[in-house]
């Protein structure tokens, strides 16, 4: 297991600095015969990018064209390993040159440097969010190969909670039949647009918001998950907690589910295991949330202006990507589970 | 990787089915030179044991004496594998007849028999609680092993909240002080009397409550985590989200985060980010919590009476197990960091 | 990847010292749905039991009955870790009393000592050649797991040399049609009793031989081996490379077809290859030679009299584990290489 | 553990096909704090590309400059993941139209058209020596951390013997006073000439060479290896049996050791050990040998002319490369050792 892998059979290996020559991934174990969809990844590294989604997200601007290196041949995998590359170009590392002398508050700056001892000081080098588009060029090859398979399966990921506003129970319940990329800040609600007002006032303001993240995965592969360690819940925990910013995830009813007593728990409704029992995936939909603190980057004088007021609007991208990872891995894995 | 398998340098792997001769764990990559503290191995199992902690939790009756099989000679570790089993004795495979035939709703009875198409249906086979005894071993010896370098590090579990029940502000604080394992339910509470009678109340009538666990770390190496898939919170959430009726994990402040703004949040107290920041520990004191559903054995005819009204009072010396091996693992990881 | 550890899919995980409580093994990732032969179990390590093979080996007397802990359930498989083990019976420590101030020429005792600082000198420890009992038994389920879905696979291990002799060509091209165990020192020859009695001499003279062993797999499983760092020769490689008194290691033609020019070489016989091309097994027949240098025992004084002349005949039943370990872990994993 | 990466603490992770994009290499693992010496990379490069090493290797003309994308800053490694890449020129696709459909005799295309039912054809694709760039990348980035803390460490690698041509006893024991390049075909003798002589002739007439690279390590670090299976003789053995067209592989005194008798063998020179004994580095020089059967591209028709009449030139660097990996790898291991 290395510091940079994720997954066990479906395995994906990243690299890249903020403001170094490039970022990239390699997929190592995605199976030969796979129609490779160039279009669905560079949709997918799109809708991760800034400045893409409306107004409301850091203006870097980065094309972020990628480009396959090897792994795919006349369109289908070979089941070789798939790597996968975008260069850096909007990298301002003037705007950083400041910032070698003093770490800023709250990133993670300080804690790097204690440990490794030495850092890329432009725009957080590794610790940087920018190091995710190497997630979302592994999930789109994750969702690629799934999608194959299982084309009923899909994830769906949307902002529940922006600072203060939350979406109602109705609008939760109706997400499935929303095209959430239309919604500003990824808030599919009728009061978007007093959301996407009150964050561009933020980033006017130096003010940010944290939030509340859900993916909802219908139609999920059965029997997913392995025990003891590999739960599929803990499984997704790792991936969703190796974000940014997160600092809670749930499944299903979550903390919520404390305030009831058992014998109405168990006899109502089964969305309250969320998806999954016993660590494994029982067919029915899967309900996962993710909280994320308020952007730390309003501390950071070199991104004044440019900062993200509500990390969630881009991560909901990463946190898609990630899911789709969790499931190619237990899908392979699965595979040997039986003689 | 393998499915029975946690962690990447301190490696355990564990096995057993709750009611097969028995369970048992092998710890690999334990460094040599561990002074071996059999008492503690034996109290930390004690501490789990049904029937151990008052008259809350499920009365199976278990000796579960600790037997080490490998890897300590003359009182030190060899840095060969350690081996320690406990024999299963209070089985009762009588009690579980009648569920061949008819899983436990609730239970992983049904998704198992999906996945595996063969199961062990006496107790859940290896989806049972019993099956934490193996952690709870390995976290002794992961205790072991950095009490003798790192004296002053502490892991504290306890209840913060019990069914309806939750520690005042000023309880919570003061957490540090008690001697959590001498209150009912591990919930360090003037009101600790009135829960214990609620839950006593709760296994005479069928009924159970969630809860949350709470774990602190408290004087925490520093350093510890990896960028970016084995940030600490990711490896600590998946440890804490694999144990059984867990369905939520918080970092610090956790969800609430969500309802501060920026310019607040980030101005204030330094214990709002868990003592984790960039995923990696700050020296600071690390503040985890774990939400448990309300446990599912009273669906469950066999344990008619036997039940734990309240998973958590048990499920804390597995968080804390559970933590001190992945402190035990990115300890050791740690060391690899610089040249 | 643990040091105790072995394979990818289908892992084995061993502890236990010479003069420990026990030894034994955890194996992980072997599907569910297995029927578990115990009688299988017992017999393979009958073979490579002291004592077992005529009078040519050590005479140390142990009953390695086996003890099944878990993963299996009414004889079959359950897909959960199945926990093996053999308890120590002769283990005569006081032999090793004088041993503790002086470690043993030619053996690991001294790199050990300065590696770990702290060793259990009883009789090599871990170091020993009884740790192979957990891989024979591993490798036990490994065949069972095989030959449920491949009956025709067979592994035949045999001494093709032992000291000064030799099998003949028409000896070694007969291997198939002999019962191996029949002949002392598993050297399948006409001279087979000359051997023998060589044996016996140099076990009462304090000698010892070298010799190689040689592995055929006939009818192995198509298309097994991954690019590019676990290739199936590259994985069988490290397998017979781990086992003790090693120092040499061939495939098909091996070293010997340095003395071909390439025209002859790639125009005749097929089975120079050893059945394995671009590191997967073609199908054909595959041959393995693993050279052991003369035993170091002949050096130990608490051995006078009770060591192995020659290793190669308790070590034919390793290599054969070895080798069904690594077809049932690249069997498992080539599951995955096709969508 | 993913099939396209090596090693446990200090992990490389490789991608590329043959006539692709690119080649390139993931190093996870490397501390922080190493000087990058990027001569010593492009001198490594430079050493095994075909054209460089006189006139008895395949000409392909590639220029394979290295580009690293990531992990170092300011001439320091950063302990984020190093990415290298070359980028492929010399590719002469059209030169393997006609291979589409006749996969070549030797080669290993029809075995991976059985394994993956869908392959890259121009040039081997993934299965060809180009992919060991890679690993040569990834060695030298090893070789500059080991050599930062261990600057007596050498490893040395020269021929012994090219198809029918053997140094003599003198000369193999006076390798390491010799400027190994500046020898023909890598074979540090007064015959090189003839050797040379030799390779251009079977360059012209279609014929090959097998023969035997032999790897000396000086002044290697004591203590590495982990028992049982991660010895490091088995972790070597893998990495040489990992290298196309190897087929044998002998530690010390190898094969030739079953000639001897124990009482011979164990009274005299050390270095029949090679260096290791009970698995693990006695901090005496380690000597490995690995034998290769004669290229296969003389079956080649669009190879005509370009073939390697002898690959041991090339492999060499390449087994250097790998030795350097695998020292790393246990030189990390082994700081986890003790505690």
Same mark, same amino acid.
């Given at each position: 297991?290395?510091?940079?892998?994720?997954?066990?059979?479906?395995?994906?290996?990243?690299?890249?600095?903020?403001?170094?020559?490039?970022?990239?991934?390699?997929?190592?174990?995605?199976?030969?015969?796979?129609?490779?969809?160039?279009?669905?990844?560079?949709?997918?590294?799109?809708?991760?990018?800034? $400045?893409?989604?409306?107004?409301?997200?850091?203006?870097?601007?980065?094309?972020?064209?990628?480009?396959?290196?090897?792994?795919?041949?006349?369109?289908?995998?070979?089941?070789?390993?798939?790597?996968?590359?975008?260069?850096?170009?909007?990298?301002?590392?003037?705007?950083?040159?400041?910032?070698?002398?003093?770490?800023?508050?709250?990133?993670?700056?300080?804690?790097?440097?204690?440990?490794?001892?030495?850092?890329?000081?432009?725009?957080? $080098?590794?610790?940087?969010?920018?190091?995710?588009?190497?997630?979302?060029?592994?999930?789109?090859?994750?969702?690629?190969?799934?999608?194959?398979?299982?084309?009923?399966?899909?994830?769906?990921?949307?902002?529940?909670?922006?600072?203060?506003?939350?979406?109602?129970?109705?609008?939760?319940?109706?997400?499935?039949?929303?095209?959430?990329?239309?919604?500003?800040?990824?808030?599919?609600?009728?009061?978007?647009?007093?959301?996407?007002?009150?964050?561009?006032?933020?980033?006017?303001?130096?003010?940010?918001?944290?939030?509340?993240?859900?993916?909802?995965?219908?139609?999920?592969?059965?029997?997913?998950?392995?025990?003891?360690?590999?739960?599929?819940?803990?499984?997704?925990?790792?991936?969703?907690?190796?974000?940014?910013?997160?600092?809670?995830?749930?499944?299903?009813?979550?903390?919520?589910?404390?305030?009831?007593?058992?014998?109405?728990?168990?006899?109502?409704?089964?969305?309250?295991?969320?998806?999954?029992?016993? $660590?494994?995936?029982?067919?029915?939909?899967?309900?996962?949330?993710?909280?994320?603190?308020?952007?730390?980057?309003?501390?950071?004088?070199?991104?004044?202006?440019?900062?993200?007021?509500?990390?969630?609007?881009?991560?909901?991208?990463?946190?898609?990507?990630?899911?789709?990872?969790?499931?190619?891995?237990?899908?392979?894995?699965?595979?040997?589970?039986?003689?």
């Amino acid at each position: 297991m290395s510091a940079n892998s994720f997954g066990s059979r479906f395995v994906m290996t990243s690299f890249g600095e903020s403001h170094g020559a490039a970022l990239g991934v390699i997929i190592d174990g995605c199976p030969a015969g796979v129609r490779f969809d160039t279009d669905l990844l560079q949709n997918r590294l799109d809708r991760r990018k800034p $400045g893409h989604q409306s107004q409301v997200v850091s203006n870097r601007q980065e094309s972020d064209a990628a480009e396959v290196l090897s792994g795919v041949f006349e369109g289908i995998t070979l089941g070789t390993p798939i790597a996968i590359m975008v260069r850096n170009q909007d990298a301002r590392s003037d705007d950083y040159k400041e910032i070698k002398s003093s770490p800023r508050p709250g990133h993670a700056d300080d804690v790097w440097l204690t440990k490794f001892g030495h850092r890329d000081h432009r725009g957080g $080098g590794r610790s940087s969010g920018r190091e995710t588009v190497a997630r979302v060029m592994a999930g789109a090859v994750a969702q690629m190969m799934l999608q194959q398979v299982l084309p009923d399966t899909r994830v769906i990921g949307y902002a529940s909670q922006v600072g203060p506003f939350r979406l109602t129970d109705a609008e939760r319940a109706d997400v499935q039949s929303k095209d959430i990329d239309s919604f500003p800040a990824r808030f599919p609600s009728a009061s978007a647009a007093e959301v996407e007002k009150a964050l561009k006032l933020a980033q006017d303001q130096g003010e940010s918001y944290g939030g509340i993240a859900e993916i909802l995965i219908s139609s999920p592969p059965l029997s997913l998950g392995q025990p003891v360690f590999h739960k599929l819940k803990s499984d997704l925990a790792q991936a969703f907690m190796s974000v940014g910013a997160t600092n809670g995830f749930e499944l299903g009813s979550g903390f919520a589910a404390t305030m009831s007593q058992g014998t109405d728990f168990h006899s109502g409704d089964q969305n309250v295991y969320g998806g999954i029992r016993g $660590g494994i995936s029982t067919g029915e939909n899967i309900l996962l949330k993710a909280s994320f603190k308020p952007t730390s980057s309003i501390l950071d004088i070199a991104k004044k202006g440019r900062h993200d007021p509500c990390i969630i609007t881009r991560a909901i991208p990463v946190l898609e990507a990630m899911t789709w990872l969790v499931l190619a891995d237990h899908y392979l894995w699965n595979r040997t589970d039986r003689i």
